[in-house]
């Protein structure tokens, strides 16, 4: 059964540890990053994209941002991945 399903999309949300967070500027305003949003892709490998608050308070826009390479980040995107595997494999099915 497997082989003839296709999932399309396999995503997690992450929070991103406070001492883990950082700012980036985007039309001419400062966010303030607190959540990656990670993507298991069709070959294996992982994408991440930050989302966050502007500084200033306030929803601001739903703007997404770089992941820097940072190993910390790195580590964190990982570590979450993983964690998401485990949760999915034990899954009680439909509640």
Do not use: C
């Amino acid at each position: 059964m497997n082989s003839d399903l296709e999932i399309s999309a396999l995503a997690i949300n992450v929070t991103i540890p406070q001492e883990l967070r950082w700012t980036d500027t985007r039309r001419d305003q400062t966010f303030t990053l607190t959540t990656l949003n990670v993507r298991l892709l069709p070959d294996g490998s992982l994408a991440a994209k930050a989302y966050g608050r502007p500084v200033e308070g306030g929803r601001g826009a739903y703007v997404s941002f770089p992941v820097p390479d940072r190993p910390e980040l790195a580590a964190l995107v990982s570590k979450a991945a993983g964690r998401a595997g485990t949760l999915w494999a034990a899954h009680r099915g439909l509640g």
